[in-house]
Every structure is written in structure tokens, then in C-alpha cells.
Nanobody
Framework: QVQLVESGGGLVQAGGSLRLSCRTS????????MGWFRQAPGKERELVAR???????YYADSVKGRFTISRGYAKNMVYLQMSSLKTEDTAVYYC?????????WGKGTLVTVSS
């Protein structure tokens, strides 16, 4: 079973930056798929960015050019660098892992972007 713990959320002004971190209980290179989702109030959870395999990444159109997913030097960390934040980026951000056919979620970290 994969355990995921997010951190790094907070309040930031529009145009600012934040970096979210996800600590996993497994070495990230052994996990099939890892990524970040978000859920804004009153909306469905949506995919933001993910590693499809060890090197291939996917980004939602709404965050392309502004967000970057990466792995840390510590092999059990995944990051989401968010820049040029907009008020519509306000949401709870969840770390996600798909491993051996099972879907795992962290508890989420809240990002609030003020105008």
C-alpha cells in the first residue's frame, strides 16, 4: 500500500508562486503513475499534472507553461511547482499514485490564490 502526504499549500497573491510537495512511502520510480489533482469548491476533482512513466509528463491545458511536476533528489518525493498563479487555481491539491492496479490519494493541501 502506498502512503502519500502533501505539504506546501497556503495563501498566495495572484501572480505568485508555490511549490507543493508529496512524500511517498515507496520509491517514486517504482510507482506506475504519479501526479497531482485538484478540487475547487463545488467542482469535480481534476487532473493537473502527472508522470505517465519515468520521463513522460502530462499537464492540463489550464496549467501548461505555469506548473511543473518533478521528482526530488530524494527518490520518494514528487513536487508541483506552480507559478503565475491565478484565482481560479484555488483548490485542494491532492497527490495521486496508481500502483499495481490500485489508486492511492493523499489527504490534500489547500491552495488559496487571492486577487
Amino acid at each position: 500500500q502506498v502512503q502519500l502526504v502533501e505539504s506546501g499549500g497556503g495563501l498566495v497573491q495572484a501572480g505568485g508562486s508555490l511549490r507543493l510537495s508529496c512524500r511517498t512511502s515507496e520509491t517514486v520510480f517504482t510507482i506506475n503513475v504519479m501526479g497531482w489533482f485538484r478540487q475547487a469548491p463545488g467542482k469535480e476533482r481534476e487532473l493537473v499534472a502527472r508522470f505517465i512513466d519515468v520521463v513522460t509528463t502530462y499537464y492540463a491545458d489550464s496549467v501548461k507553461g505555469r506548473f511543473t511536476i518533478s521528482r526530488g533528489y530524494a527518490k520518494n518525493m514528487v513536487y508541483l511547482q506552480m507559478s503565475s498563479l491565478k484565482t481560479e487555481d484555488t483548490a485542494v491539491y491532492y497527490c495521486n499514485a496508481v500502483h499495481n492496479g490500485a489508486n492511492y490519494w493523499g489527504k490534500g493541501t489547500l491552495v488559496t490564490v487571492s486577487s
